[in-house]
C-alpha cells in the first residue's frame, strides 16, 4: 500500500507507535511524518490526538531533554535553551525544566570540563566551555 492511501487514523496509529517508543516533541512527529510521506493535511489532526491522547507533552519532553543534556552530553543552560526554542516548545515549559536541573550534576560537569581543558589557555577554555552552553558568570565560578 502506497503512503498517500494510509488513512488518517493509520497515519495515526504510526505515529502513536513512534511516539510510545520514546519521548519526543510536536517538531519532531511533523518531520517524520514528512519523511514517512504522509499528506500534509493530516499533520494537524495527528498532533491533536497525539496531544489529547497523552503520546505528546511538552513539559514532559523538555524535561527528558534537559536532563539527557545535562547528564549524558554536559551541555549548558544556554545551549539546552536555544535547542528547545529551536524546537518551537512554549517558553513557560523550557523555563520550568531549566528550573528543575540537578545542580550538583550540572557544576560537576561544569567542573570536569574545566579541568579536562586546563592545559588550554584561559580564552581557549572560555570559548569552549561558552559553546557547551555555560554563562560567563558560571564559568567565572569555577575558573579560578
Known sequence: MANQELSKREWLDKAEAYCAKSEHCAADVRRKLYEW??????????????????????ARFCAAYV?????????????IQAALRALQLPES?????????????????????IHSRSADSEDKRLRFLSQRGFTYDEIKKFCK
Request: a negative charge; proline letters at 2%.
Open 67 to 79: 536532563h539527557d543534556k545535562v547528564e549524558y552530553q554536559s551541555w549548558g543552560r544556554l545551549k
Open 37 to 58: 510521506g504522509a499528506p500534509t493535511d493530516f499533520f494537524d489532526f495527528i498532533e491533536e490526538n497525539l496531544y489529547s491522547n497523552g503520546f505528546l507533552d511538552d
Open 93 to 113: 515549559e523550557i523555563s520550568q525544566a531549566l528550573k528543575n536541573i540537578d545542580e550538583t550534576v550540572y557544576f560537576g560537569n561544569l567542573r570536569k570540563l
